[in-house]
């Protein structure tokens, strides 16, 4: 079953503006990734912040983790049609194995 | 440095025949871990394995077994395929077990298909 509800499950928006895109999840976590799918494809390791950490910047991403809510949010700052992919949230827990979220299908129009 | 690879890309079955997939790390990476992809649960973890032990599994039935050879890498078999067995599969390496602490890598997938 998955750890967490991500939400909104898609998201359109223009070249240029920003995309947030939330993660809840259910239990303590070590730490939060976030990994980006294109079509199907494998996936691509955005960035990670530890259950210690509150915020992390990574380029025009932009990650806060607030463990008293157990939720996490990506921002996508002054987006590109490139961004265009499934976005997933994934927690590492006690398990030592990744649990996933929904996803949310960004689109991004130029 | 080579990212990580998994073979086939796409497989065709027929339920009750059973079959392979094969993933090899990016070098020097010793943990593999396995996921299954499917629209209807999403991503879910299948087992990760490190120094050729299995050490965590997933919620999955006993049909899915896999390995790791000595040089880190890894096969994992579903056999008596079952239609809801189709799905994109996942490989991910990491340099330590425990992956979640530290970046895992993923390959392409392959893409089985069941009839």
């Known amino acids: 079953s998955q750890q967490g509800e991500e939400d909104p499950q898609a998201l359109s928006i223009q070249e240029g503006e920003n995309a947030t895109m939330n993660c809840s999840y259910k239990?303590?976590?070590?730490?939060l990734q976030w990994y980006r799918q294109n079509s199907g494809r494998g996936l691509v390791h955005l960035i990670l912040?530890?259950?210690?950490?509150r915020e992390k910047h990574s380029g025009r991403l932009r990650v806060t983790l607030d463990t008293s809510k157990k939720s996490s949010s990506l921002l996508i700052t002054a987006s590109r049609a490139a961004d265009t992919a499934s976005y997933f949230c994934?927690?590492?827990?006690?398990?030592?194995?990744?649990?996933f979220g929904g996803g949310t299908r960004l689109m991004v129009k130029p | 440095k080579a990212g990580v690879t998994q073979t086939p890309r796409y497989l065709i079955k027929t339920r009750g025949q059973q079959v392979t997939l094969s993933c090899s790390p990016i070098?020097?990476?010793?943990?593999v871990s396995w996921y299954q992809q499917t629209p209807g649960q999403g991503l879910q973890f299948l087992f990760e394995?490190?120094?050729?032990?299995?050490?965590n599994k997933g919620n999955f039935p006993g049909r899915f077994s896999g390995r790791q050879f000595s040089n880190s890498r890894s096969e994992m078999n579903v056999s008596t395929l079952e239609l809801g067995d189709s799905a994109l599969y996942l490989c991910?390496?990491?340099?330590?077990?425990?992956?979640?602490?530290?970046?895992?890598?993923f390959g392409p997938g392959t893409r089985l298909t069941v009839t």
């Open positions: 991910a390496s990491s340099l330590i077990p425990g992956g979640g602490s530290y970046e895992q890598y």
């Open positions: 239990t303590s976590i070590n730490n």
């Open positions: 912040i530890r259950s210690n950490e």
């Open positions: 994934a927690t590492d827990n006690a398990g030592n194995m990744l649990t």
């Open positions: 070098s020097g990476h010793r943990s």
């Open positions: 394995y490190f120094s050729e032990t299995q050490r």
